[in-house]
């Protein structure tokens, strides 16, 4: 049974016998929480800048130059960067009314395959990102006040697509495979 940790038989499962290693998914874990604490830092260190640019008119001293630039940048990039985790953690939003009354294995192997096609999509995405981040690099597009060139802001989402690709892929892996999820009955991050 996929809850108790055990394959038909009641033989616990192999680490990597038909799926992922336990060290991959260590990996991935550990990869997405750093993309995520990029994400954060970055977006307090732009919510900082913008409280200081408030205080520094309302004083009047004037605001920091582009300081909306600094928020439309750091949103557009970093929103990607909490993706993966989002996927490690099965936080997406999932419909199970369909498949409610399946058994538990049924219903794993399904998510299994669902979860595997969301890491097509996942790469779709990732491709037409660079796609479109090649089309900024090439135009030399750049901010009106920063003069921050705009491909830059592709750079994370790409990132940040293809790593929950990757995610999606060793998740749905492991599900089809019957293996247990890593650190169940462990505390959350």
Known sequence: MAGTGTREGGRPPSPGAGGPSPALHRWLERLCLVFAGAG?????????????????RTVGVGGIRGDFEMVELACASCAALFL????????????????????????????????????????????????????M???????????????????????????SAVVALESGLRQLAGLPEPGAGSAPL
């Open 40 to 56: 954060g830092l970055t977006i307090f260190a732009v919510s900082m800048a913008v409280t200081a640019s408030v205080v520094m």
């Open 137 to 163: 690099l090439d135009y030399g597009d750049r901010t009106m006040l920063l003069r921050f060139p705009v491909w830059w802001v592709y750079v994370p989402g790409v990132a940040g697509m293809a790593l």
């Open 84 to 135: 993966p985790l989002c996927q490690l953690k099965k936080g997406h939003v999932m419909v199970d009314i369909f498949t409610s009354w399946a058994p538990e294995r049924s219903v794993r192997r399904i998510d299994g395959l669902w979860t595997v096609l969301f890491a097509a999509a996942w790469a779709a995405l990732a491709w037409r990102m660079w796609d479109g981040m090649q089309v």
